[in-house]
């Protein structure tokens, strides 16, 4: 049974990230799609038009000739991958794929997560996965470049799903990984969440010298602040700036290296539970007043 065709191309174009003369042309160059016309005549394109633009993309990022990355996603498409219906079992192909070092197939089952939804795909899939992800490298079942494999198709993943999340009217989010904490997953999956819920995201990364935040904050006046590091040590080695910038703004920390203790110490809020329950947990209240800039 064929696909119901989804998108029109302005909106295909801007879930891919290709421009509509780019789709245009690889169609008619390699036939890498398969649109079908609405009554009106309209291209209308479907998850298995995405999945070889993902595929194609996928292949020339790592260096392969626009022809021969079409060909290369043409063939797997005619091959297929097809998702297990249960999350463990996706995780665990997920995890295979990793193993294998198999970019296509690990990024067509994150597709199948997603298509359960944004917070299913992480709450079901995408955060049982880092876990495993964690625990096997641990205990020698993943190898530093399997665990590094898996993360970047992960991360990348994330961040095109998070693609217009600064967008709209709601609460404002800055998310940010203090000095030294370079694992950033969990916040984007939190940030995900977030925006599920009509918040508005401003995302600095990586290892923010938190002065760096206090600056962005004082700039764009976020209702929250979101601060996520793994190592306790790099939250207290910004102690006191993390201090100063939970006096004007709503501070919270999250992650492993967050406890109760820590935040009170810090006079910040804890984010308590995995990244859903903690991004649920916030946007189910109203934002705080925030104290007058200093």
């Known amino acids: 049974m064929s696909e119901q065709p989804r998108w029109r191309i302005k909106e295909f174009a801007s879930l891919v990230g290709v421009s509509e003369a780019t789709l245009r042309a690889w169609e008619r160059r390699y036939r890498l799609l398969e649109p079908q016309r609405s009554e009106g005549g309209f291209r209308?394109?479907?998850?298995s038009d995405e999945r070889r633009i993902r595929?194609?993309?996928?292949?020339?990022?790592?260096?392969?000739?626009?022809?021969?990355?079409?060909?290369?996603?043409?063939?797997?498409?005619?091959?297929?991958t097809i998702a297990p219906g249960r999350s463990a079992e996706l995780v665990d192909a997920l995890l295979d794929a990793g193993r294998a070092y198999e970019a296509t197939r690990f990024d067509a089952l994150l597709e199948a997560a997603f298509a359960r939804g944004r917070l299913e795909g992480i709450r079901d899939?995408?955060?049982?996965?880092?876990?495993?992800?964690?625990?096997s490298w641990e205990r020698g079942r993943l190898s530093v470049s399997q665990e590094h494999f898996a993360s970047h198709l992960i991360?990348?993943?994330?961040?095109?799903?998070?693609?217009g999340w600064e967008a709209g009217r709601g609460p404002l989010g800055l998310l940010a990984?203090?000095?030294?904490?370079?694992?950033?997953?969990?916040?984007?999956?939190?940030?995900?969440?977030?925006?599920d819920q009509g918040w508005r995201i401003a995302y600095l990364g990586a290892?923010?010298?938190?002065?760096?935040?206090?600056?962005?904050s004082v700039a764009i006046r976020p209702d929250a602040v979101i601060l996520c590091s793994r190592d306790t040590r790099?939250?207290?080695?910004?102690?006191?700036?993390i201090t100063l910038l939970a006096a004007s703004r709503q501070t919270i920390v999250g992650g492993g290296g967050a406890s109760a203790?820590?935040?009170?110490?810090?006079?910040?809020?804890?984010?308590?539970g995995d990244p859903v329950s903690s991004a649920l947990a916030l946007a189910g209240r109203a934002p705080q007043a925030s104290a007058p800039t200093p």
């Open 177 to 195: 990984c203090p000095p030294g904490e370079r694992h950033t997953l969990g916040l984007v999956c939190f940030g995900l969440v977030l925006a």
């Open 44 to 47: 209308l394109y479907s998850r």
């Open 155 to 163: 991360e990348r993943r994330l961040l095109a799903v998070a693609q």
């Open 261 to 272: 203790e820590l935040a009170a110490r810090l006079g910040v809020e804890l984010a308590e």
């Open 207 to 216: 290892d923010t010298p938190v002065e760096q935040i206090l600056d962005v």
């Open 55 to 80: 595929a194609m993309q996928a292949h020339m990022s790592r260096g392969i000739a626009a022809a021969q990355a079409a060909g290369l996603a043409l063939l797997e498409s005619s091959a297929g």
């Open 234 to 241: 790099q939250l207290t080695a910004s102690a006191e700036a």
């Open 125 to 135: 899939v995408v955060l049982p996965l880092l876990a495993e992800i964690g625990d």
